[in-house]
């Protein structure tokens, strides 16, 4: 499923690296597409709109920096809205005075419980 999302992000992404300058028409054209495929992922749909609303409104109000070209610009947006709606900046896993630390984990089939389990398990 990410990787599809991935990809498709991609190619949006590809399509803007093209222009040498971005007008609202990029920007709006681009925000849609990523809505889309936000919504093919099965994002929910308040989400995938305030998504991308939040990035419309950072693209069409940045000045851009002179390291990064337009194109490059937008996809810092997205990728910084992308940390922000998954929790923000990483955290220092706390554990318990007395062990044993317990973790619970929960998910739907297929969500990916046990993959986590055995990253922590390497991690910790």
């Known amino acids: ?41 099965d994002v929910a749909l308040s989400v995938a709109n305030s998504f991308s609303e939040r990035i419309k409104e950072k693209a069409l109000g940045i000045e851009v920096s002179q390291s990064l070209n337009p194109a490059q610009q937008v ?22 005075k007395n062990p044993p630390t317990v973790i619970m984990l929960l998910g739907l089939q297929g969500a990916g419980k046990t993959t986590l389990a055995g990253k922590l398990a390497k991690y910790l």
Not at 22 to 38: A, C, F, G, H, Y
Not at 75 to 96: C, P
């Open 1 to 41: 499923m990410f990787q599809q999302l991935s990809d498709r992000l991609n190619n949006t992404f590809k399509a803007l690296r093209s222009k040498g300058r971005l007008s609202e028409t990029d920007i709006n054209d681009t925000v849609k597409e990523i809505r889309t495929v936000l919504l093919d992922a």
């Open 75 to 96: 996809v810092k947006i997205v990728h910084q809205e992308l940390v922000n709606i998954l929790g923000g900046d990483s955290r220092r896993l706390t554990f318990a």
